[in-house]
């Protein structure tokens, strides 16, 4: 009798238990549920700004370092001065400016290390026109020293540097050749010069921007008539290597960029163009080209996986553009007065684009385009300790279900093993 009442309790006990846990899981599962994925959407970037104040007009140059992003203003050479705004990247606020003087405008280059910036500028302070180079030094932004170009040395366009030298693209636009022009750093004079690219037209400029690596620097030229061209010039002798040339309708070449492997032209087109340049050949690999209303890249930075571009669209467009397969992976469209983006400098965290407006804006956006990657959200918790349990209970289950043997007993089983594959797929990722 005793043996029979114990048999009894047991058997019931098996059949029951496994029914209370299983219910107890699914409603813990189900009550949970909302909770397993903290949905993270894609949204549209936001992004800070810092508006020039009245006369800060025109951003056409950026460069940054850890705690500020310099602009460069495009001020006219013969009734305006030249203008470098110093911002803070944390708040985006005015921290210094720097002012040339009137006849020293259209900054068009600029470049940083250590302690100074170094601003190219277009000259007109005498009859001649002149490129000129200012020194200025970050922490109170005052001129230490002055680099001026000679005859045929006319508009400092682009700029590149090493640890010795700084290579200043000169566009002439007067009927003489372009330069690429070497200039020492702890001298701040002339040390070699290359002169090519042609003798420039109403439509034809010369050196436009200038990048290096190593052993070369690499100048591309601006024409809107033949197709775009770039030099790779040997910094130590400052003589032409060899020079990549484009396919038809790859013309207005503007801006320039490199990576260890590869160059990176961005086209001043509507829709714009991007080439991909094999450094070693000098033949182009791949190539971009932008959607409708995608037009103008003017400025290029390669990075780890995008390079970045900077459209001057309304409103204003920067790109990320995979470097393996060249297709736009994300992007942020400004509102509509934030228009005609004309600069770029990316830092460790953050893009900043100049643009080419009155007054003058630099925005600030994420650099990985304020989009969170996640296929289904963060798991949570409390989102997964549920499905924990009923796996436990699907386990526990099965082992009632074989130790009994019971026909009930393994259809409940197989439901459940259903319900918690279902349960499990998800967590895994693998369900939308």
């Known amino acids: ?22 219910l107890i899981s699914f409603s813990l599962a189900i009550l949970a549920t909302p909770f397993l994925f903290t949905k993270l959407a894609y949204a549209t970037p936001t992004y ?13 140059c950026l460069t940054d370092d850890t705690n500020y992003v310099y602009a460069g203003l495009h001020r006219d050479s ?37 302690d100074h910036i170094y601003v190219g500028l277009h000259s007109k302070v005498t009859d001649e026109f002149a490129g000129i180079i200012k020194k200025i030094l970050k922490s109170d932004m005052s001129v ?18 090493d640890d010795d030298y700084i290579y200043a693209a000169m566009n002439n636009q007067d009927g003489t050749e372009g330069k690429v022009i070497k200039i020492a750093k702890a001298t701040f004079t002339t040390s070699l010069a290359w002169t090519g690219g042609g ?23 601006y024409t809107s008539v033949d197709v775009g061209t ?35 032209t961005g086209h001043n087109l509507a829709p714009a163009q991007m080439v991909k340049i094999d450094k070693t050949t000098m033949t182009t690999d791949s190539s971009w080209t932008g959607a409708v ?40 469209v400004g509102v509509t007065d934030d228009k ?45 300790l549920p499905y924990i349990f009923l796996s436990i209970c699907i386990m526990g289950i099965m082992t009632t279900g074989m130790a009994e043997g019971g026909v009930g007993t393994l259809v409940i089983v197989a439901i459940s093993v259903v319900i918690a594959t279902v349960g499990i797929t998800i967590i895994l990722g693998v369900l939308p």
């Open 230 to 264: 770039v030099y790779k010039i040997t910094k130590a002798t400052m003589v032409l290597d060899s020079t990549w040339t484009g396919a038809a309708g790859q013309t207005n070449t503007y801006g320039l960029g490199s990576d260890s492997d590869y160059l990176y």
């Open 340 to 384: 005609m983006a004309h600069a770029l400098a990316v830092g460790e965290d953050y893009i900043y684009t100049g643009l080419n407006i009155s007054p003058a804006k630099v925005i600030k956006t994420p650099k990985d385009f304020g989009i969170e990657m996640p296929t289904h959200g963060a798991l949570t918790l409390a989102g997964v």
């Open 78 to 114: 013969t009734t305006e001065a030249a203008k470098v705004v110093k911002i803070a990247k944390s708040t985006m606020t005015t921290s210094l400016v720097w002012t040339g003087i009137i006849g020293e405008g259209y900054a068009h280059a600029m470049i940083e290390d250590g």
């Open 144 to 161: 230490v020293d002055t680099w001026t170009g000679t005859v045929n040395e006319h508009n400092v366009h682009g700029m590149t540097q």
């Open 293 to 332: 209303g995608e037009n103008q890249c003017l400025w290029v930075i390669p990075e780890d996986v995008y390079v970045y571009a900077a459209l001057q669209t309304t409103p204003f467009k920067t790109l990320g553009i995979d470097k393996s397969t060249m297709t736009t992976s994300a992007s942020v």
């Open 199 to 221: 003798v420039p037209d109403a439509v034809n400029h010369t050196m436009v921007q200038v990048t290096d690596d190593i052993d070369y620097v690499y100048a591309c030229k």
């Open 48 to 60: 800070e700004v810092w508006a020039g104040a009245a006369g800060q007009d025109k951003v056409f």
């Open 1 to 22: 009798m005793k043996n029979s009442l114990v048999k009894l309790a047991k058997s019931t006990l098996l059949t029951i238990l496994p029914m209370v846990m299983l």
